[in-house]
């Protein structure tokens, strides 16, 4: 039997009831898949980063199926009461791990925490490269985690697997390495519910993503103002936390300028539960994001049943045919008539949501098992 050293940011292991963001709701339903469908070939270990654990005398190895051990620990932490920078006590529990693990393949999504490993077979899966979808942080930040790490990176990494094109466009650039494109699962959950869409006296809108001017909240509040002036009757649903005060308050200047509170809400954080009953409750999602390496969000509102409106951004830009044929209307929100044009006509005749096309493509077990055909080839070589 295998050995397999996965290295990913989980924050709960109560799977679905919180999270830190999309790479780690990914990891917890990949997670979940490993633990479900019991692929008794493999002996995994997980060392699960996560930021919210802060207990150091409850680290302790944990068996959650047969073949699946976890070890969750902090992402910072102090030595000799001293704090050291997080890259570097990733590090140490990493090698610490791969010593007495002894892993035939170390499988890391973050591609920092595999430098120094030799060894075993060296897998990294990269949700973001460079500046792609990164936010600056701070100028000696930016240099490493944009400069000095892809670079180093590369030295201990034998095979590149990306979520999205536009990652691997760019790696392509800079390695020589093998490099795979393999897309982020979506929670089975998602799939438990039809939604029947019935002509109806009011449009009930959801979005869900974080309130950052890249998510571009902005323009979907303008369009579902722009669909209230022509007359129809509708309401927003805004799902997410405030991560940027600046822009929290000029949307919420943006509502009061245009009166729009009473139709226009917003829910703050929830978790996957939460998020599927307000997906039940809706009509049409709507996710204007204006860069994505995946983007998630867009087709856990198809899975649910939701006819949805998205920029062309991430997956969807990638494989445009298929998502309009399984019922997305694709739009560019900076043309606003033309957009507005389009989101009435498509929520005139909304289509009914092809969800076995969708989770033929994206399910956690189709995505695992491409994971697994890349263990076999670099173990076979």
Same mark, same amino acid.
């Given at each position: 039997?295998?050995?397999?050293?996965?290295?990913?940011?989980?924050?709960?292991?109560?799977?679905?009831?919180?999270?830190?963001?999309?790479?780690?709701?990914?990891? #917890?339903?990949?997670?979940?898949? =490993?633990?479900?469908?019991?692929?008794?070939?493999?002996?995994?270990? $997980? =060392?699960?980063?996560?930021?919210?654990?802060?207990?150091?005398?409850?680290?302790?190895?944990?068996? $959650?199926?047969?073949?699946?051990?976890?070890? #969750?620990?902090?992402?910072?932490?102090?030595?000799?009461? $001293?704090?050291? !920078?997080?890259?570097?006590?990733?590090?140490?529990?990493?090698?610490?791990?791969?010593?007495?693990?002894? +892993?035939?393949?170390?499988?890391?999504?973050?591609?920092?925490?595999?430098?120094?490993?030799?060894?075993?077979?060296?897998?990294?899966?990269?949700?973001?490269?460079?500046?792609?979808?990164?936010?600056?942080?701070?100028?000696?930040?930016?240099?490493?985690?944009?400069?000095?790490? !892809?670079?180093?990176?590369?030295?201990?990494?034998?095979?590149?697997?990306?979520?999205?094109?536009?990652?691997?466009? %760019?790696?392509?650039?800079?390695?020589?390495?093998?490099?795979?494109?393999?897309?982020?699962?979506?929670? !089975?959950?998602?799939?438990?519910?039809?939604?029947?869409?019935?002509?109806?006296?009011?449009?009930?809108? $959801?979005?869900?993503?974080?309130?950052?001017?890249?998510?571009?909240?902005?323009?979907?509040?303008?369009?579902?103002?722009?669909?209230?002036?022509?007359?129809?009757?509708?309401?927003?649903?805004? &799902?997410? +936390?405030?991560?940027?005060?600046?822009?929290?308050?000029?949307?919420?200047?943006?509502?009061?300028?245009?009166? %729009?509170?009473?139709?226009?809400?917003?829910?703050?954080?929830?978790?996957?539960?939460?998020?599927?009953?307000?997906?039940?409750?809706?009509?049409?999602?709507?996710?204007?994001?204006?860069?994505?390496?995946?983007?998630?969000?867009?087709?856990?509102?198809?899975?649910?049943?939701?006819?949805?409106?998205?920029?062309?951004?991430?997956?969807?830009?990638?494989?445009?045919?298929?998502?309009?044929? &399984?019922?997305?209307?694709?739009?560019?929100?900076?043309?606003?008539?033309?957009?507005?044009?389009?989101?009435?006509?498509?929520?005139?005749?909304?289509?009914?949501?092809?969800?076995?096309? =969708?989770?033929?493509?994206?399910? %956690?077990? %189709?995505?695992?098992?491409?994971?697994?055909?890349?263990?076999?080839?670099?173990?076979?070589?």
């Amino acid at each position: 039997m295998k050995k397999v050293l996965l290295i990913m940011p989980v924050s709960t292991l109560d799977f679905g009831s919180s999270t830190k963001g999309g790479v780690d709701s990914v990891c #917890q339903i990949l997670i979940k898949d =490993l633990i479900e469908n019991k692929y008794n070939n493999y002996r995994f270990r $997980i =060392l699960a980063f996560n930021p919210k654990f802060k207990e150091k005398n409850n680290i302790s190895l944990t068996k $959650i199926s047969p073949n699946i051990d976890i070890l #969750q620990v902090p992402t910072q932490e102090k030595i000799n009461n $001293i704090r050291i !920078p997080s890259i570097i006590v990733n590090l140490i529990r990493v090698h610490r791990e791969v010593r007495e693990f002894k +892993p035939d393949i170390v499988h890391s999504h973050q591609a920092p925490w595999l430098i120094g490993i030799k060894g075993p077979k060296r897998i990294a899966t990269l949700h973001t490269y460079k500046n792609i979808c990164r936010n600056p942080v701070s100028f000696l930040n930016d240099i490493f985690y944009a400069k000095l790490f !892809p670079w180093l990176c590369n030295f201990y990494i034998d095979h590149y697997t990306c979520v999205g094109k536009s990652l691997a466009l %760019a790696l392509k650039n800079d390695v020589k390495k093998t490099t795979s494109i393999i897309g982020n699962p979506l929670n !089975p959950l998602y799939f438990e519910q039809t939604i029947n869409f019935k002509k109806l006296t009011n449009l009930k809108f $959801i979005t869900c993503a974080l309130l950052t001017k890249r998510k571009r909240i902005d323009s979907i509040i303008k369009l579902i103002i722009r669909l209230y002036q022509t007359g129809i009757d509708v309401e927003l649903t805004i &799902i997410g +936390p405030n991560v940027d005060n600046q822009y929290w308050q000029e949307l919420h200047d943006l509502i009061e300028k245009e009166n %729009a509170s009473q139709y226009i809400t917003f829910v703050g954080s929830k978790n996957t539960g939460e998020i599927k009953e307000l997906y039940e409750n809706s009509h049409i999602g709507i996710f204007l994001s204006s860069e994505e390496t995946f983007g998630l969000a867009p087709l856990e509102m198809l899975a649910s049943g939701l006819p949805t409106i998205s920029s062309s951004v991430g997956i969807i830009e990638e494989r445009s045919e298929f998502f309009e044929r &399984i019922g997305t209307c694709i739009i560019d929100p900076t043309q606003e008539e033309e957009a507005l044009a389009k989101v009435i006509a498509f929520t005139n005749q909304p289509p009914l949501i092809d969800r076995d096309a =969708l989770k033929n493509e994206f399910s %956690a077990n %189709a995505v695992n098992n491409q994971y697994f055909n890349i263990y076999k080839t670099l173990l076979n070589a």
